[in-house]
């Protein structure tokens, strides 16, 4: 019997009213296991106002009441990893591994929204003048919401609305329809943590509820992790109906390898990069940028190490790498690369008809590696999200980072190099959000803020760390003048507050 995934309002699964379903894929086999329930406007309405019925009072609990909850709630996560990471496995097909590594990435938020304390600490100046003090404070906003993305279902989710919560906030969530199952696992473990019903609400579906969030009333802000295209419809919808946005959008992040670098170094960490969870990660290295005469050692070190991935099932601990998530997907991957020596790029590896033996029907596509790619190709221009990687080569390092700096991404890139001069000039020369010297994805920890440049990011805040708490706060400055006890009556002046 096929599983149905419902919605989680006020605190209890909610059964899907509007009677349309999607369908959930195990990507290993490429048969539906799950029918995901679509909401409807009444029903995102429906969430919207459980949250802020649930505003009403968690906005003003107490700070040591909301950590004790989260505490709580990060001992629940840890205890449940492999249970979420087989959730993950299930839907979107990558290796166990992988998947609790991506539940201890959204942990590591859940840390930092544990000691949410230090980061709502305000400020204050006294006798500003004579007896007036100043204090700046930050005070949560209301309902916010989170849209998010199939790769990582829980990590992602785990960037939110753990900091917004903690902050004050209540929250709703719209995961992927692909893989839905990993968000509703928080949302149960969230209220055997004592979180208050209404706080964490999560509705699926389509455009239909993402738009309904974005035009809601009563959603003061939106965060976003997707494609470039979505982003910036996310942030001009949003923005045009006054919410505060933040939306992440896609990458082409490149990898530049200088002629001093330890080659196979930059070979391991560029398969890494490009081939770790199947290429779906908006982080991954999708172009290595060979300067000067490495180019044909590099590219050799990178295919011997690519023909051994071992590709299968996530649920076979064999595995290093599993199928990607739709099999339409897989299409559009492996149009990228039979299209490749066409636009003038050199196909090395060739993972396009790649099956693995009693899956054949699963949404399987093997290692594909692209050298001397022009940077006209679409292998080069568009965002791939899958296990492709372009290598363009370069005669100088200048040129290298004039050909990084012109892409519309600025999401993440990374330098190989022993170098110490040349790895300060490109962090301090090149037009991207996070930057890795000698780390191929160069995530940062949860303390620090997650975010790209130019098409990769709308909005003013990176998410996570100092820019997320940020994000689901809003300052507010107070200035007080209380008369001494001794002071007599007062005369009115007219005149410009006497500060000196």
């Known amino acids: 019997m096929t599983k149905i995934v419902n919605h989680w309002i006020g605190g209890k699964t909610v059964e899907g009213a509007s009677g349309t379903y999607g369908p959930v894929t195990d990507p290993a086999t490429g048969a539906v296991t799950t029918n995901v329930a679509f909401a409807t406007v009444d029903e995102v309405d429906a969430a919207v106002a459980a949250a802020k019925d649930a505003y009403a009072t968690w906005g003003t609990s107490s700070l040591a009441k909301r950590s004790a909850i989260l505490f709580k709630f990060r001992a629940l996560l840890d205890a449940n990893r492999d249970a979420i990471a087989e959730l993950i496995t299930a839907e979107h097909g990558k290796v166990h591994s992988d998947a609790l590594g991506e539940v201890a990435r959204g942990l590591e938020i859940v840390e930092l929204a544990c000691g949410i304390t230090v980061q709502l600490k305000g400020e204050l100046s006294t006798e500003v003048a004579s007896r007036v003090d100043v204090s700046s404070i930050r005070q949560s906003l209301g309902v916010v919401a989170g849209i998010t993305p199939f790769n990582f279902p829980a990590m992602v989710p785990m960037w939110m609305f753990p900091i ?12 992927s329809e692909k893989d839905p199952s990993a968000a509703m696992k928080l949302a149960e473990l969230f209220a055997e943590a004592g979180l208050p019903d209404g706080v964490f609400n999560v509705v699926h579906g389509d455009k239909v509820a993402v738009d309904r969030l974005l035009d809601h009333p009563d959603v003061k802000a939106v965060s976003f992790v997707g494609s470039t295209p979505i982003a910036r419809y996310i942030h001009t919808t949003a923005s045009t109906n006054g919410k505060r946005v933040q939306a992440l959008g896609g990458a082409k992040n490149h990898m530049l390898v200088l002629p001093d670098a330890d080659l196979d170094a930059a ?10 969870s199947a290429g779906e990660r908006c982080m991954a290295i999708s172009a290595v940028v060979a300067v000067g005469a490495i180019g044909d050692e590099l590219v050799q ?29 897989r299409d559009k991957v492996a149009s990228y690369v039979t299209g490749a020596a066409a636009e003038g790029a050199e196909v ?3 993972g396009s008809g790649y099956t693995v033996d009693g899956f054949e029907d699963g949404h399987w596509i093997g290692i594909s590696l ?6 006209s190709a679409k292998a080069y221009t568009d965002e791939i999200f899958g296990p492709v990687l372009c ?5 100088t390092y200048d040129e290298g980072v004039a050909l990084i700096n ?4 600025g999401n993440g890139t990374a330098i190989f190099t022993r170098d110490g001069g040349a790895a300060r000039r490109f962090q301090l020369e090149i037009e991207a959000g996070m930057v890795g010297v000698n780390v191929p994805i160069p995530v940062p920890v949860g303390y ?24 689901y706060t809003r300052g507010k400055v107070v200035t007080t003048r209380w008369p001494d006890p001794a002071d007599g009556p007062s005369a009115v002046d007219l005149g410009f507050p006497r500060n000196h």
Not at 391 to 395: A, E, F, G, P, S
């Open 406 to 409: 012109s892409s519309p991404f």
């Open 370 to 375: 692209l050298d001397k790619v022009p940077t």
């Open 391 to 395: 290598v363009l080569r370069v005669d």
């Open 348 to 350: 090395v590896l060739d």
């Open 448 to 471: 620090h803020s997650f975010g790209g440049w130019k098409d990769s990011l709308f909005g003013d805040h990176h998410i996570y760390g100092n820019d997320g708490t940020h994000f």
């Open 164 to 175: 917004a919560i903690a902050c004050g906030n209540t929250f709703v969530l719209k995961p």
């Open 267 to 276: 070979a391991d960490a560029a398969v890494s990069a490009a081939y770790g």
């Open 301 to 329: 070190k990178i295919r011997e190490r690519a023909e051994k991935i071992k590709i299968g099932p996530g649920n076979d601990p064999t595995s290093e790498m599993g199928p990607l998530i739709t099999a339409v997907h």
